[in-house]
């Protein structure tokens, strides 16, 4: 027997339907906790949010296995949250996903799909959604034969089970094309959802993702079309901060780039947002003051004061994202400094730990050992620097939106690209272009830095639950401003050339992505969805003989990576029987020398002497017996390839070898970790022992 009507009594008494505001737990991976749910509902209900769908991808008996009873544990830990979604306010609705299999034309199937959720109905749900997203349009010989068309089978199954179940006030209905990417040839035109809007019953809800599954706005045109194609004005299903497509990425940016004046003109609004639960903070708060604002003053006041002042064009007069996310970071940072342990809130400071009997803190200090106090001579205790408002801030900065980075990561990108692209400053004498670069990069500096701390600071908040689903994106984030910060330095003479700079083996953190980064790189549209649009530059490098006129430019080379390897400006160096070489002094011997350029001119060098004892009596060494001939080589720090290197140092040993030479061997200074592991790298290059050799000077040798 169908269930009396509810939305029928509702429309009896001309009760008004409230707007839809919530979450819905809908995104592909590890589902919440029982627990993250419960707290989520009492979050909900002091934002003042009403609503939860049920809908995690991964809970089998919705999704895969939907025809599938629940177990009496699977129902009593149902019954549970359905009870706490009561008590707190929130309307749970119950989505079950039955199309990737179901026979819509056959009536025990149908009659399955309402048997699971009588069942449900049970447990004390009453709002329920049929869900038919990510599935294949194709429909089986026996539908086809029964319906006209793959929407008109989803909708006869729904109208079924709408009514069977009373017609309740919240039924939602999810189309298979539920963006406007999806429909064909548009909107407007799409056949799909003229059927949905002419045969859906006028109490069922259809839910909208926007112009793309991921839209990056959502504007009151595109509302007011899709609303007159399906007869009634849509859920929207807000994908802006999900992240289940790509687990490098995490949004908490705030609730953006939709105009308050849209929700007079939808049915609600439902965040489906990270898979990760605590970092969902921002997106739910701001969520909640957006449905609050007044553009959402259906017949009462607006409660928080929200004139747009943001520095966008025509912003929202009434919702500010800028003032939002502050009032959620405050609010966020509450509970970063409480502890999520038993107990209560308690700081994270050895001195205030107390011995438990807990398994949870296995090494608590004893309360009867005396506190360590380090004498005059020794290192300061480690002090764990309480988190703050402005680090919540940079986190949300680095971790934005989809479409959007925070300003602080873009200006971070700005200047690296600046300071990269002007890196030539540098090498040239004291001018007005290197004042600014160098005082650019001390800019970008202080930013790292600031990455750092806040790093230092998250990494020691009392609050770990938070934190454990933060580290991974927060560890991989400062590992990539390292990388940029020892670039920039290096670039600037402030280091020595990295080692990791150019080499074919560096250390994994020198790398991203894995098996599927390299699937990515290997494709022609790599990188240019970047956020921050930069031409692609992909360096073209040739090897040609020496000329004399190249003297110039092999010195500034030689000299900038003196400056590198020295630890202070006024750092003595030890001479090297190559630098008369590179310096100019001596020519390489004739069709001995070769120099390598990209498309900004000379980057690197490789020059050789067959007979090199004079030189090296000049500096009082004696050459090794089997290596009679000198070979040096360097490139600028914008090299990073080492193939062009290997290219060129082959070809200088090939032409040393037709000269007459029978060994060759060359010289670096221990702080020349880049050089020493390229030709370490080569494989025939190893150490020599010299007599005269500088203690801080390596030498080694190979045999042509």
């Not at 402005?390 to 980075?405: K, T």
């Not at 600046?418 to 400053?425: D, F, G, P, V």
């Not at 639950?465 to 400062?478: A, E």
Request: aromatic letters at 10%.
């Amino acid at each position: 027997m169908p269930k009396p009507s509810a939305s029928k009594a509702a429309a009896e008494t001309g009760k008004t339907r409230r707007f839809i505001s919530g979450v819905v737990e809908g995104f592909y991976g590890r589902p919440w906790t029982m627990e993250q749910r419960t707290e989520l509902f009492q979050r909900e209900q002091k934002w003042g949010l009403n609503t939860y769908l049920y809908a995690p991808k991964d809970d089998y008996k919705h999704r895969m296995y939907w025809r599938d009873l629940y177990s009496p544990e699977e129902a009593e830990k149902l019954v549970a949250l359905i009870t706490a979604a009561k008590k707190n306010g929130v309307d749970f609705i119950y989505a079950i996903s039955p199309g990737l299999d179901i026979t819509f034309s056959n009536p025990k199937e149908v009659a399955t799909l309402k048997r699971k959720l009588d069942q449900v109905s049970g447990f004390g749900c009453s709002s329920f959604s049929l869900l038919f997203d990510d599935i294949e349009t194709e429909m089986c010989p026996a539908d086809k034969q029964a319906f006209s068309s793959f929407a008109h089978a989803q909708v006869a199954v729904t109208n079924e089970v709408f009514k069977h179940l009373g017609q309740p006030d919240t039924f939602l209905f999810c189309p298979t094309d539920y963006c406007a990417a999806f429909c064909t040839p548009n909107v407007s035109q799409s056949a799909y959802l003229h059927t949905v809007g002419e045969n859906l019953l006028p109490g069922i809800d259809v839910l909208w993702t926007g112009p793309k599954v991921v839209s990056h706005h959502i504007t009151v045109e595109s509302i007011v079309e899709v609303s007159s194609v399906l007869k009634r004005a849509p859920v929207i299903w807000d994908n802006i901060h999900a992240n289940d497509y790509d687990p490098q990425r995490i949004f908490m940016g705030p609730y953006k780039d939709r105009p308050t004046d849209l929700i007079p003109k939808l049915r609600g609004v439902l965040t489906n947002p990270n898979c990760e639960y605590y970092p969902n903070f921002v997106a739910i708060h701001t969520l909640a003051t957006w449905c609050r604002s007044e553009g959402g003053r259906v017949g009462g006041r607006r409660d928080v004061e929200m004139t747009g002042d943001d520095d966008e064009a025509g912003s929202d007069p009434c919702y500010s994202p800028k003032r939002a996310l502050t009032l959620a970071l405050t609010d966020w940072l509450q509970e970063f400094l409480s502890t999520d342990q038993p107990g209560g809130p308690r700081p994270l400071n050895p001195t205030h730990l107390k011995k438990e009997s807990s398994d949870e803190e296995p090494m608590q200090t004893d309360v009867g050992d005396p506190v360590y106090v380090p004498g005059s001579g020794d290192n300061p205790l480690f002090t764990a620097e309480p988190l703050t408002l402005d680090d919540l801030q940079l986190l949300s900065e680095l971790f934005y939106l989809p479409y959007e980075h925070g300003s602080t990561a873009r200006t971070m990108l700005r200047e690296l690209d600046w300071l990269k692209a002007h890196r030539e400053a540098v090498g040239e004498a004291e001018t007005e272009m290197t004042a600014e670069w160098r005082s650019r990069a001390k800019c970008f500096d202080v930013m790292c830095v600031a990455v750092f701390t806040m790093f230092n600071r998250l990494s020691n908040a009392p609050n770990r639950s938070i934190l454990y689903d933060l580290y991974n994106y927060i560890c991989d984030i400062k590992s990539g401003v390292t990388l940029a910060r020892a670039y920039v330095k290096q670039l600037g003479g402030q280091s020595r050339p990295s080692a990791q700079v150019m080499t074919d083996d560096p250390e994994p953190w020198g790398f991203r992505g894995g098996l599927s980064g390299e699937f990515q790189r290997m494709l022609p549209c790599h990188g240019n969805r970047d956020l921050f649009r930069h031409p692609p530059m992909t360096s073209v490098y040739s090897i040609r003989p020496f000329c004399p006129e190249d003297k110039t430019e092999i010195q500034k080379i030689h000299m900038e990576m003196q400056r590198g390897e020295a630890k202070a400006p006024a750092a003595a160096l030890p001479a090297l029987i190559s630098d008369g070489l590179a310096g100019g002094q001596l020519s390489p011997s004739p069709n001995c020398g070769l120099v390598l350029e990209d498309e900004r001119g000379v980057c690197g060098y490789a020059l050789g002497l067959t007979d090199a004892t004079a030189a090296a009596l000049n500096n009082q060494r004696a050459l090794p017996g089997d290596f009679p001939s000198l070979v040096t080589m360097q490139l600028h720090p914008r090299v990073t390839d080492p193939a062009p290197a290997r290219r060129m140092i082959g070809r200088l040993l090939s032409l040393m070898k037709t000269s007459g030479s029978r060994g060759v061997f060359c010289e670096l200074r221990q702080g020349d970790r880049r050089m020493f592991d390229f030709y370490s790298k080569l494989g025939s290059f190893t150490t020599l022992k010299m007599a005269g050799q500088p203690q801080d000077v390596i030498a080694m040798g190979t045999s042509l």
